[in-house]
């Protein structure tokens, strides 16, 4: 599970250090084209859905608290 | 295998969401005009102006094959070609311009649009960067500009990208993220409607629980529409809300289902709760879509693509490129707006039935 975990954060981490090789050139491409707002733009679908998730998962655990009364 | 008989449209939403946020976020946008120096020039005698290109790839060679980079201006449908180009770097442009002269009497400016094709790139247009003036021309002398003219071939481009659009860059791709929520709203809230019907049909509640729950996830979905469309209008129009018809509209339409959810909550009475709410829902959708769809289109301004015409947008705002992208985006949400509408109805319908019991 550890091994599994570790593998998956430096699998993470390698995706961001190849973020810093883009050029200095495309980095000011990006700045001046507006991306962070695409970005922003898919930050904010992704909070929703998972606030949204969060409120399902409520409501599955008072399910389940029923179902343990019983 | 049963499983995946009756789930497979669920695999497909997330694959097309997937599908459409990788190349949403992967794919180039341009060529486009960024701008021309000078702006401003008299046509009468040769000129030359430096083109900035947006994400252009101009090559210092072409095979002679090829044919080259070509522009034109173009001044009231007509146009010229520039005599020379050359080549700056990937993004330049130098571009040389015979002077028109033609023995008229009045002088006046027109803004012309830059026509720029090439192997690669196909054709693409700046248009309206470039102040040409005409001194002692009429327009009817315009007519020898077309002589001395050749017509582009209108090439298509050799290469996948989004279209370069003014002020909006690289935020022209949020079209595959933001738009797609309306149309999932849209679909969603309809379905949530004719489960409404068949509750008030059948008095079964399994219909209202699906009506409500259909009803909760289009709300979810019109608020992402705002919360998505706010952010990026705030650096496309620079305010985060105007007095757009098509913002007016689904903010109202958002708040007429908020609406409902507050009526559910403020009704005791487990029968009278969904026969009311039914009734409600049913009179609320039509509504809900006259001010989204028919009252935005009946405007005479909107800064929404689309107003005055087509429903969502005119063709003139997608690239055949973008629709690969955007009709699998607005699938893709539709399919995965209802299966966390149907998981919110099973759970919901689990609640209910431990309660009634």
């Given at each position: 599970m550890i091994k599994k975990t570790g593998l998956a954060l430096m699998l993470l981490f390698l995706t961001l250090?190849?973020?810093?090789?883009?050029?200095?050139?495309?980095?000011?491409?990006?700045?001046?084209?507006?991306y962070n707002v695409v970005v922003a733009v898919l930050v904010i679908i992704f909070v929703f859905l998972v606030v949204y998730l969060f409120r399902l998962d409520r409501k599955v655990s008072t399910l389940e608290d029923k179902e343990g009364e019983k | 295998m049963?499983?995946?008989?009756?789930?497979?449209?669920?695999?497909?939403?997330?694959?097309?969401?997937?599908?459409?946020?990788?190349?949403?976020t992967s794919t180039e946008v341009g060529p486009g005009v960024v701008r021309v120096t000078p702006d401003n020039v008299s046509a009468n005698s040769s000129f030359e102006v430096q083109i900035e290109g947006y994400n252009t790839h101009f090559k210092d060679h072409y095979d002679p094959k090829e044919g080259g980079v070509h522009v034109w201006y173009k001044v009231l449908g007509k146009l010229q070609k520039a005599k020379e180009v050359k080549v700056v770097d990937a993004n330049h442009l130098l571009a040389r311009f015979d002077g028109v002269n033609l023995n008229t009497d009045t002088s006046f400016v027109r803004s012309g649009t830059i026509v720029i094709e090439d192997v690669h790139h196909g054709m693409f247009l700046g248009s309206k960067m470039l102040a040409l003036h005409f001194d002692k021309n009429a327009e009817a002398g315009l007519d020898s500009l077309e002589n001395a003219s050749v017509v582009p071939q209108k090439r298509d481009q050799a290469y996948f990208s989004f279209p370069y659009r003014y002020l909006l860059y690289e935020t022209i791709r949020n079209l595959n993220f933001h738009v797609p929520m309306w149309f999932t709203m849209i679909v969603i809230l309809l379905i949530s409607f004719i489960y409404s019907i068949s509750h008030l049909n059948t008095g079964k509640r399994v219909y209202d629980i699906r009506a409500n729950a259909f009803a909760k996830v289009g709300l979810l979905f019109g608020l992402m529409g705002i919360a998505t469309g706010m952010f990026w209008a705030n650096y496309a129009w620079g305010t985060p809300w105007t007095k757009d018809p098509k913002l007016n509209g689904a903010a109202v339409g958002v708040l007429m289902y908020i609406a409902y959810q507050i009526l559910r909550g403020s009704i005791d009475d487990e029968g009278k709760v969904a026969r009311i709410s039914a009734v409600y829902n049913v009179l609320a959708f039509p509504i809900f879509i006259v001010l989204i769809i028919v009252l935005p289109r009946l405007a005479e301004f909107s800064l929404h693509p689309g107003a005055g015409d087509s429903v969502g947008f005119s063709t003139y705002d997608l690239n055949n490129h973008l629709r690969k992208v955007f009709y699998p985006a607005v699938l893709g949400w539709i399919l995965v707006g209802a299966w966390v509408s149907q998981l919110t109805a099973r759970i919901d319908k689990l609640i209910n039935d431990k309660e009634w019991k």
């Open positions: 250090t190849s973020y810093a090789d883009v050029t200095e050139s495309r980095d000011m491409f990006f700045r001046s084209g507006k | 049963q499983g995946f008989r009756s789930h497979w449209w669920k695999a497909l939403g997330a694959i097309l969401v997937l599908y459409s946020i990788y190349l949403g």
